[in-house]
C-alpha cells in the first residue's frame, strides 16, 4: 500500500477568520447556513405544539435525525469546529423537539 503513509498527514487548515476575501465570505455563508438551516425547522415545531397534529411526522426519524446530531457534535467539539458545533448543536434541539411533539401528541405511542 503504497498511499496508505498519507492517510495519518494533515494538512493545516487556513486560518480562522481566514486571510481572503473569498474565504472570508465562504466562512460567513457557513454560519449563516449552519444557523439558518436548522431554524427551517421552526414551523415544523410550531405546528406541532400549536395544533397538536402530529399526523405524516415520524417519531422514529426525526428521533433519528437528534440521535445522529450527537456523533457530529463530537466530532465537532474534539476538532474545535465551531460552526459545526453551532449548526449541529441547533438541529439537535430542533429534531428533538419535533421528535417530542410527535412522541406527546400521538396517541398510543408513550401511553
Aim: overall charge positive; hydrophobic content about 50%; proline content about 6%.
Amino acid at each position: 500500500m503504497k498511499f496508505a503513509h498519507h492517510l495519518h498527514v494533515r494538512h493545516r487548515m487556513e486560518p480562522y477568520p481566514a486571510r481572503t476575501v473569498g474565504m472570508r465570505l465562504l466562512d460567513v455563508l457557513v454560519y449563516a447556513v449552519g444557523i439558518l438551516g436548522p431554524l427551517a425547522t421552526i414551523p415544523q415545531v410550531v405546528q406541532i405544539y400549536t395544533t397538536h397534529n402530529v399526523s405524516g411526522i415520524s417519531f422514529f426519524t426525526w428521533s433519528l435525525y437528534a440521535l445522529f446530531d450527537i456523533p457530529w457534535i463530537i466530532y465537532a467539539v474534539a476538532h474545535r469546529e465551531r460552526p459545526l458545533i453551532v449548526c449541529y448543536s441547533l438541529w439537535l434541539v430542533f429534531n428533538s423537539l419535533v421528535a417530542i411533539g410527535v412522541a406527546f401528541y400521538s396517541p398510543g405511542l408513550l401511553f
